[in-house]
């Protein structure tokens, strides 16, 4: 099974960036996708950010469109979320998770959600200061 730890959270302005983390060990295949998901305090966790490690398709949610960039170094096993533009609203606690035969999947458009996630890393909390 995959491991992952998600780390980079932090508190910032808005305005402000950061780049979070997910150093990930224990793929036994090329054909994972790897996802970022946040949760914020009293709402359902939501998807942020896909990227499939074999051929570098991504996707991201209209909320982070524009804002966020996220990118994978498949030499160090580690996905990267850079986050500018950061807004209060995007206060949360933000997982990566993984899950393989899900690659192909990230540049079509089938609906992809938390659900189909199965390794999760523990979560790094991002404080989005006014």
């Known amino acids: 099974e995959v491991q992952l730890q998600a780390s980079g959270g932090g508190l910032v302005q808005a305005g402000g960036s950061l780049r979070l983390s997910c150093a990930a060990s224990?793929?036994?295949?090329?054909?994972?996708?790897i996802g970022w998901f946040r949760q914020a305090p009293g709402k359902e966790r939501e998807g942020v950010s896909l990227?499939?490690?074999?051929?570098?398709?991504?996707r991201y949610w209209d909320s982070v469109k524009g804002r966020f960039t996220i990118s994978s170094d498949n030499a160090k096993n580690t996905v990267y979320l850079q986050m500018n533009s950061l807004k209060p609203e995007d206060t949360a606690i933000y997982y990566c998770?993984?899950?393989?035969?899900?690659?192909?999947?990230?540049?079509?458009?089938?609906?992809?959600?938390?659900?189909?996630?199965?390794?999760w890393g523990q979560g790094t909390l991002v404080t989005v200061s006014s």
């Open positions: 998770a993984a899950q393989r035969e899900l690659d192909t999947f990230v540049g079509t458009n089938a609906t992809l959600t938390s659900y189909h996630f199965g390794s």
């Open positions: 224990g793929f036994t295949s090329d054909d994972y996708a």
């Open positions: 990227i499939s490690r074999s051929d570098g398709s991504t």
